[in-house]
């Protein structure tokens, strides 16, 4: 479990003209579930999609379960969802489901994912008359399809009642306790401590790196939100 | 480029159309409907209709799927649906051929509706082989397909996706000889019409109308078929797995 499923280092990304990310340099451990915290804006999204292979990146190398970040081998192993739920919306959830994972030849993984995220109930209705939450949990269920060794999920649990996230968190750390490495983007603060390993950006920086725990004795504030502020602070 | 990929994506883009009643019942019912309208508008110039009714078949599809296709990869684009397509193991060619497959059936069945409401109750003639209008149309719909993916790339918004219809099929067809035959225009619309695939593709199917097909008909036929093929090259490389 000590083999390092992502190492970036010196990335730098520039998106229409803006300096998005800063030099970053960070690695994430195989089989750990970790929170990627920032205030909208900071460069999250952009970092998940570097990390995925779909970002235009200006200069710096993000190495991915042992390989240069988008390349081929990596389409089948690494499972994306997008923060705004990237599913045919005019498609039902099960037509959603069969095809992406025709696409990834994983049909026999459709009953499994669909019960993952609790859509079976939704199975047969179309994506367009489903809730915001149901719909990025569609989204989820097609990330999860191709059981992959890498999850990278952007804002997977916005929208989601108190329980289910709960319930979704437990299973990121199945999934990490069977070996997936596992990238969340979060701007909920009370999320982070679900996580193993924390990542705070702050204006496309990394501002810290560590374990709940640590963050929050090496700032000696009660609560994460307070440590992010003494973070920012101090630099 | 596989199969399975290139099947199951025809397979998804046919499942969207099937949801959209009224798109089918529009894709089924204009054309005959507006054949119908030219028909009764040309009562008095018969000779006039019957020059354009088996060009205006053929072209139809064109028109159609060229305004579907790009609509629909405009919607792949903002939905963040290519994103996640281009971070799985599907080929750019796959998500290509898909759409072809999916809309050269619909276009076909298109063609033969129109074509049974035209040869059979508006009595229009066709001298050539009336299979061979239904093959020319659904080439006509593949063009239509690869103009709409490769152009889809130069609009942010559906209002402007729209707009590439009249801005750069409508002046082909007009140079292709609809209000006035190609040989009676200017000398520079003519090198005009001469450079552009749209009137091959009207000239193809006017000259199986009117039986005189000779090797001219090969030249139309290769003029589609090579616009199809670079279209979709260039339509390739508008698919990017990376985006800025």
Same mark, same amino acid.
């Given at each position: 479990?000590?083999?390092?499923?992502?190492?970036?280092?010196?990335?730098?990304?520039?998106?229409?003209?803006?300096?998005?990310?800063?030099?970053?340099?960070?690695? +994430?451990?195989?089989?750990?579930?970790?929170?990627?915290?920032?205030?909208?804006?900071?460069?999250?999204?952009?970092?998940?999609?570097?990390?995925?292979?779909?970002?235009? +990146?200006?200069?710096?190398?993000?190495?991915?379960?042992?390989?240069?970040?988008?390349?081929?081998?990596?389409?089948?192993?690494?499972? !994306?969802?997008?923060?705004?739920?990237?599913?045919?919306?005019? *498609?039902?959830?099960?037509?959603?489901?069969?095809?992406?994972?025709?696409?990834?030849?994983?049909?026999?993984?459709?009953?499994?994912?669909?019960?993952?995220?609790?859509?079976?109930?939704?199975?047969?209705?179309?994506?367009?008359?489903?809730?915001?939450?149901?719909?990025?949990?569609?989204?989820?269920?097609?990330?999860? %399809?191709?059981?992959?060794?890498?999850?990278?999920?952007?804002?997977?649990?916005?929208?989601?009642?108190?329980?289910?996230?709960?319930?979704?968190?437990?299973?990121?750390?199945? %999934?990490?306790?069977?070996? $997936?490495?596992? #990238?969340?983007?979060?701007?909920?603060?009370?999320?982070?401590?679900?996580?193993?390993? %924390?990542?705070?950006?702050?204006?496309?920086?990394?501002?810290?790196?560590?374990?709940?725990?640590?963050?929050?004795?090496?700032?000696?504030?009660?609560?994460?939100?307070?440590?992010?502020?003494? %973070?920012?602070?101090?630099? | 480029?596989?199969?399975?990929?290139?099947?199951?994506?025809?397979?998804?883009?046919?499942?969207?159309?099937?949801?959209?009643?009224?798109?089918?019942?529009?894709?089924?019912?204009?054309?005959?409907?507006?054949?119908?309208? *030219?028909?009764?508008?040309?009562?008095?110039?018969?000779?006039?209709?019957?020059?354009?009714? #088996?060009?205006? +078949?053929?072209?139809?599809?064109?028109?159609?799927?060229?305004?579907?296709?790009?609509?629909?990869?405009?919607?792949?684009?903002?939905?963040?649906?290519?994103?996640?397509?281009?971070?799985?193991?599907?080929?750019?060619?796959?998500?290509?051929?898909? !759409?072809?497959?999916?809309?050269?059936?619909?276009?076909?069945?298109?063609?033969?509706?129109?074509?049974?409401?035209?040869?059979?109750?508006?009595?229009?003639?066709?001298?050539?082989?009336?299979?061979?209008?239904?093959?020319?149309?659904?080439?006509?719909?593949?063009?239509?397909?690869?103009?709409?993916?490769?152009?889809?790339?130069?609009?942010?918004?559906?209002?402007?996706?729209?707009?590439?219809?009249?801005?750069?099929?409508?002046?082909?067809?007009?140079? $292709?000889?609809?209000?006035?035959?190609?040989?009676?225009?200017?000398?520079?619309?003519?090198?005009?019409?001469?450079?552009?695939?749209?009137?091959?593709?009207?000239?193809?199917?006017?000259?199986?109308?009117?039986? #005189?097909?000779?090797?001219?008909?090969?030249?139309?036929?290769?003029?589609?078929?090579?616009?199809? +093929?670079?279209?979709?090259?260039?339509?390739?490389?508008?698919?990017?797995?990376?985006?800025?």
């Amino acid at each position: 479990m000590s083999s390092t499923a992502i190492a970036v280092s010196a990335l730098r990304v520039v998106r229409r003209g803006r300096l998005v990310l800063r030099d970053l340099d960070f690695e +994430v451990a195989a089989g750990t579930v970790t929170g990627l915290l920032g205030p909208s804006g900071c460069g999250k999204t952009t970092l998940l999609r570097a990390l995925v292979g779909v970002q235009q +990146v200006e200069q710096g190398s993000i190495r991915v379960l042992g390989v240069e970040a988008g390349s081929p081998e990596l389409r089948r192993r690494v499972g !994306y969802m997008t923060q705004t739920p990237s599913v045919y919306g005019d *498609l039902t959830v099960g037509e959603n489901l069969r095809y992406f994972a025709r696409v990834l030849d994983r049909r026999d993984r459709i009953t499994e994912v669909l019960s993952l995220v609790g859509l079976e109930p939704h199975e047969h209705s179309l994506v367009r008359d489903l809730s915001g939450g149901e719909r990025s949990r569609a989204s989820l269920a097609v990330a999860l %399809l191709g059981a992959p060794d890498l999850l990278v999920l952007d804002e997977p649990t916005v929208g989601l009642d108190p329980l289910l996230r709960r319930e979704l968190w437990s299973t990121f750390h199945r %999934l990490a306790d069977a070996g $997936s490495t596992l #990238v969340v983007s979060t701007h909920v603060m009370d999320e982070a401590d679900r996580c193993d390993r %924390l990542l705070l950006m702050r204006e496309g920086r990394v501002l810290a790196h560590g374990t709940p725990h640590e963050l929050r004795t090496r700032t000696a504030a009660p609560t994460l939100e307070e440590a992010f502020v003494a %973070l920012t602070e101090s630099r | 480029m596989t199969a399975r990929v290139t099947l199951a994506t025809a397979q998804r883009v046919l499942e969207q159309l099937r949801r959209d009643r009224r798109t089918l019942a529009l894709i089924a019912v204009v054309p005959p409907a507006l054949l119908t309208l *030219l028909r009764y508008i040309l009562d008095a110039e018969r000779p006039a209709f019957e020059r354009v009714a #088996v060009p205006l +078949v053929g072209m139809f599809p064109l028109i159609i799927m060229f305004l579907i296709t790009s609509i629909a990869m405009l919607r792949e684009r903002t939905s963040g649906t290519l994103e996640r397509l281009m971070s799985l193991p599907l080929a750019k060619l796959d998500l290509i051929a898909g !759409y072809a497959v999916a809309f050269a059936l619909v276009a076909a069945a298109q063609t033969c509706l129109t074509s049974a409401v035209a040869f059979g109750l508006l009595g229009v003639s066709v001298q050539g082989s009336s299979a061979l209008v239904v093959a020319l149309a659904v080439a006509n719909a593949l063009l239509g397909v690869a103009l709409g993916l490769f152009l889809s790339a130069f609009a942010t918004s559906e209002f402007q996706a729209v707009q590439f219809m009249p801005a750069v099929l409508l002046p082909q067809i007009l140079l $292709s000889g609809l209000f006035v035959p190609h040989d009676r225009m200017p000398h520079v619309l003519r090198i005009a019409a001469d450079s552009l695939p749209l009137p091959y593709a009207f000239d193809a199917l006017a000259r199986v109308a009117t039986g #005189v097909e000779g090797g001219r008909l090969q030249l139309d036929a290769g003029v589609v078929l090579g616009t199809i +093929v670079v279209a979709v090259a260039l339509g390739a490389t508008t698919l990017r797995r990376r985006t800025p």
